[in-house]
């Protein structure tokens, strides 16, 4: 059979198919395919990859297959993409596209196999949207900063050109504490629930929860046709603010001011901040005894407090989001404190004096606002009749009491007037000079009761020997001085001797002063290994005392009284007592020949309670002929210990049968604490 009659008989047997389908809804020309779809819709995919599906056949006598094939963008063949066959009852075939963006077409169509050859029908087509192209990254902006429990207004601005083949379906937006996070959960795609603001590629804005309390990072992509996301979020920080700034007072005095008061509020917020902005923006406020309140733009106000009395002020601050610490909920009330003003000077008065003790000199000092100062005041005298400034007296402060006390022994006799200064809790000073009877207070030094104090050596009276030499003899007597202004000030004793020294202690009229302590000081001569000692001993009923001093070196001795709260302080005479070194001499035999062997001198120079120099001590070895004066013949040096020696030889022919007394004699030095002394004499014949 040839070609033309075979296409003649297939299409009158496909004519034959149409009269016998049972509906046309079916199949309207009994060749073509119904229901071609694309799996997913008509819509851009982000994968090249798709799922296209058709309606079943209907069965037929014959046997059909279904061709199809992938075309490009007007429906012509693209290279290496060949038809393929789908054999019934598949009706769902899975595609790939190329991978460049575009529209391609799937093309479908029934091939009809008969006895007498075969056929296509007609060919239907449906579009694949593909586009896997990434939009370039987006505008965003938004508030620096936002309050607390408000959301964030986030608007946002389509990408720039060139933009996907699928456009813009809109915007994925974000907020949330990471820097690097994603409004998506895919790396390069958003699902639909995930657009935030599907606005086509139109500018909007969106408005998301606030975060919590901090820095927040909002973070947006744009989204195309097909899903895909930016390929790099955009990302801005912004804070979120949700307390009121912290407001201190500077100027507040804490307790009583004596004047107006200036304070000033500086208020600090580490979040949204205070930098003045103007109307609106954030402003430091102080509010005096419930009056308006001083507002000001920025971080500080100031303002004057005045007149007597507590004062109430309150201050408080706005940070540039609106977060307010006046009171408005859900904020705390404004700080709040006191201001306290006195401009009233305190009263000072002077008190009756304590005759028991007239060196206590007390003041009153009271005040009706602030009341007296716990720490402030004194009181201060000068002579009568003087000009100089008052001189403070060390004073005691408290309990509205000025309380000074006068070492009246250290001034000159004389009138002296006092002043008390007193000052009250806010700084207010006064001063008066008047005493309990309204009258200036003079005071008559002195005020206590005179002390006399009489010493000397000795007790109730000295007795002692006196000594005077004539034709070569001494002659001595007793003598008692029963007087202490007629004792002598200084007496000479040998070494390692004490002395007895005593007093009494009496009142301006004469009248003894029992049961009184009196410090006998003894202050030694340079080069004593004691420099002071003091001794102190009690006056008994006749006022009288006595004091033992032990063996030592040459001293200064003194008595004193140092007075009490009603007498006057007094001392005695200053006493030298000069104590004469012990030196000791022999020597190693009373009989020398003329030209032999020598005679040597050992010595020793005692010295209890006193030190010898490193270097020694000078000694003088001297001798005499009888009815002739003490010659030296030899100085010599100790050494530490105060030991010396010294061989000495006869070689004069006319000291032959002379009978020679030697001594040894130490002399005063200027680091020597003994008086200058001699030995005894040692006869040596030559």
């Given at each position: 059979?040839?070609?033309?009659?075979r296409?003649t008989v297939?299409?009158?047997?496909?004519?034959?198919?149409?009269?016998?389908?049972?509906?046309?809804a079916?199949?309207?020309?009994?060749a073509?395919?119904t229901?071609?779809?694309?799996v997913g819709?008509?819509?851009?995919?982000?994968?090249?990859v798709?799922r296209?599906?058709?309606?079943p056949n209907?069965?037929?006598?014959f046997q059909?297959v279904?061709?199809?094939?992938?075309r490009?963008p007007?429906r012509?063949?693209?290279p290496g993409?060949?038809?393929h066959?789908?054999?019934?009852?598949w009706?769902?075939v899975t595609v790939k596209?190329?991978?460049?963006p575009?529209?391609?077409?799937?093309?479908?169509?029934?091939?009809?196999?008969?006895d007498?050859?075969?056929?296509?029908g007609?060919?239907?087509?449906?579009?694949?949207?593909f586009?896997?192209?990434?939009?370039?990254?987006?505008?965003?902006?938004?508030?620096?900063w936002v309050a607390a429990g408000?959301?964030?207004?986030i608007?946002?601005?389509?990408?720039t050109p060139?933009l996907p083949l699928?456009?813009?379906?809109?915007y994925a937006?974000?907020?949330d504490?990471a820097a690097?996070?994603?409004?998506?959960?895919?790396?390069d795609?958003?699902?639909?629930a995930?657009?935030?603001?599907?606005?086509?590629?139109a500018p909007?804005a969106v408005?998301l929860?606030?975060?919590?309390?901090g820095?927040s990072?909002?973070?947006?992509?744009a989204?195309?046709g097909?899903?895909?996301?930016?390929?790099?979020?955009t990302t801005?920080?912004?804070?979120?603010?949700?307390?009121?700034?912290?407001?201190?007072?500077d100027?507040?005095?804490g307790g009583?001011?004596a004047g107006?008061?200036?304070?000033?509020?500086?208020?600090?917020d580490?979040?949204?901040?205070?930098?003045?902005?103007?109307?609106?923006?954030p402003?430091t406020?102080?509010?005096?005894d419930?009056?308006?309140?001083l507002?000001?733009?920025?971080a500080?106000?100031?303002?004057?407090?005045?007149?007597?009395?507590n004062?109430?002020v309150?201050?408080?601050?706005?940070?540039?989001v609106?977060?307010a610490?006046?009171g408005s909920?859900?904020f705390?009330?404004?700080a709040?404190?006191t201001?306290?003003?006195d401009?009233t000077?305190p009263?000072?008065?002077f008190?009756?004096?304590?005759?028991?003790?007239?060196?206590?000199?007390?003041a009153?000092?009271?005040?009706?606002?602030?009341g007296?100062?716990?720490d402030?005041?004194?009181?201060?005298?000068r002579p009568?009749?003087?000009?100089?400034?008052?001189?403070?007296?060390?004073t005691?402060v408290?309990?509205?009491?000025?309380?000074?006390?006068w070492?009246?022994?250290?001034?000159?006799?004389?009138?002296?007037e006092?002043?008390?200064?007193?000052?009250d809790a806010?700084g207010?000073?006064?001063?008066?000079t008047?005493?309990?009877?309204?009258?200036?207070?003079?005071?008559?030094?002195?005020v206590?009761?005179?002390?006399?104090?009489?010493?000397?050596?000795g007790a109730d009276?000295?007795?002692f020997q006196?000594?005077?030499?004539?034709?070569g003899?001494r002659?001595?007597?007793?003598?008692?001085?029963r007087s202490?202004?007629?004792?002598?000030?200084?007496?000479?004793l040998?070494?390692?001797?004490?002395?007895?020294?005593?007093?009494r202690l009496?009142?301006?009229?004469?009248?003894p002063?029992?049961?009184?302590?009196v410090?006998?000081?003894e202050?030694?001569?340079r080069?004593?290994r004691?420099?002071?000692?003091?001794?102190?001993?009690?006056t008994?009923?006749r006022g009288?005392f006595?004091?033992?001093?032990?063996?030592g070196p040459s001293?200064?001795v003194?008595?004193?009284?140092d007075?009490t709260h009603?007498?006057?302080r007094a001392?005695g005479?200053?006493?030298?007592?000069?104590?004469?070194?012990?030196?000791?001499l022999?020597?190693s035999t009373?009989?020398?020949?003329v030209?032999g062997?020598p005679?040597?001198?050992?010595?020793l120079v005692v010295?209890?309670?006193a030190r010898?120099?490193?270097t020694?001590l000078?000694?003088?070895l001297e001798?005499?002929?009888?009815?002739?004066a003490?010659?030296?013949?030899?100085?010599?040096?100790?050494?530490?210990a105060?030991?010396?020696?010294y061989p000495?030889?006869?070689?004069?022919?006319?000291?032959n049968g002379?009978?020679f007394l030697?001594?040894?004699?130490?002399?005063?030095?200027?680091?020597?604490?003994?008086?200058?002394a001699?030995?005894?004499?040692?006869?040596v014949?030559?």
């Open positions: 059979m040839s070609g033309a009659a296409l297939i299409a009158a047997v496909l004519a034959l198919l149409a009269a016998v389908l049972p509906s046309p079916a199949a309207s020309d009994g073509s395919l229901g071609l779809r694309v819709g008509d819509v851009w995919h982000a994968d090249n798709f296209v599906e058709w309606d209907p069965p037929t006598p059909s279904v061709r199809y094939a992938v490009g007007q012509e063949a693209l993409y060949e038809t066959t789908v054999e019934n009852p009706n769902l596209v190329p991978p460049a575009g529209v391609y077409w799937f093309e479908a169509w029934n091939h009809v196999t008969m007498v050859g075969s056929a296509d007609p060919r239907v087509a449906v579009p694949l949207y586009d896997d192209a990434q939009p370039p990254a987006v505008s965003v902006s938004a508030p620096a408000t959301r964030v207004p608007r946002v601005a389509p990408p060139p699928s456009r813009i379906q809109g937006v974000s907020v504490a690097g996070a994603s409004p998506c959960a895919l790396a795609r958003c699902a639909p995930e657009i935030d603001l599907p606005v086509g590629g909007g408005s929860p606030t975060p919590p309390e820095v990072y909002v973070h947006a992509v989204v195309s097909s899903g895909k996301r930016s390929a790099r979020a801005l920080a912004i804070g979120v603010d949700g307390t009121p700034p912290q407001v201190q007072l100027g507040s005095p009583w001011a107006p008061v200036t304070v000033t509020a500086i208020a600090s580490p979040l949204s901040g205070m930098a003045s902005t103007g109307p609106g923006g402003e406020a102080i509010e005096v419930g009056g308006p309140p507002l000001a733009p920025g500080t106000v100031s303002a004057t407090v005045a007149g007597e009395g004062h109430r309150a201050y408080w601050g706005r940070d540039a609106g977060n610490g006046d909920l859900p705390a009330r404004p709040a404190t201001v306290r003003i401009e000077e009263t000072v008065r008190a009756a004096g304590d005759p028991g003790d007239p060196e206590r000199i007390e009153t000092v009271s005040d009706r606002l602030s007296p100062a716990a402030r005041g004194r009181i201060e005298l009568v009749g003087s000009t100089g400034r008052f001189q403070a007296l060390p005691e408290g309990h509205g009491r000025l309380v000074a006390r070492s009246s022994d250290d001034y000159p006799r004389g009138a002296y006092l002043r008390a200064v007193g000052y806010a207010n000073p006064a001063a008066s008047r005493g309990a009877d309204g009258a200036p207070l003079v005071l008559h030094n002195p206590k009761g005179v002390a006399r104090l009489a010493f000397g050596f009276k000295l007795v006196r000594c005077t030499r004539a034709d003899a002659r001595c007597h007793r003598a008692v001085i202490f202004a007629k004792r002598p000030t200084s007496r000479a040998p070494c390692c001797h004490g002395a007895l020294v005593g007093g009496l009142t301006g009229d004469g009248e002063l029992p049961g009184q302590s410090g006998v000081v202050t030694f001569a080069g004593a004691t420099g002071t000692r003091t001794t102190t001993v009690t008994d009923a009288a006595r004091a033992w001093l032990a063996p001293r200064r003194s008595a004193q009284f007075g009603r007498l006057t001392s005479l200053r006493l030298r007592l000069r104590v004469r070194a012990g030196v000791h022999r020597v009373t009989r020398v020949k030209g062997a005679v040597v001198f050992h010595g010295h209890p309670e010898i120099p490193p020694g000078p000694v003088h001798f005499r002929l009888p009815g002739t003490w010659a030296e013949f030899r100085t010599l040096q100790t050494d530490s105060g030991r010396f020696a000495y030889t006869f070689s004069d022919d006319d000291s002379v009978r030697f001594r040894a004699f130490v002399p005063a030095t200027g680091n020597w604490a003994y008086a200058p001699a030995s005894r004499p040692q006869a014949t030559g």
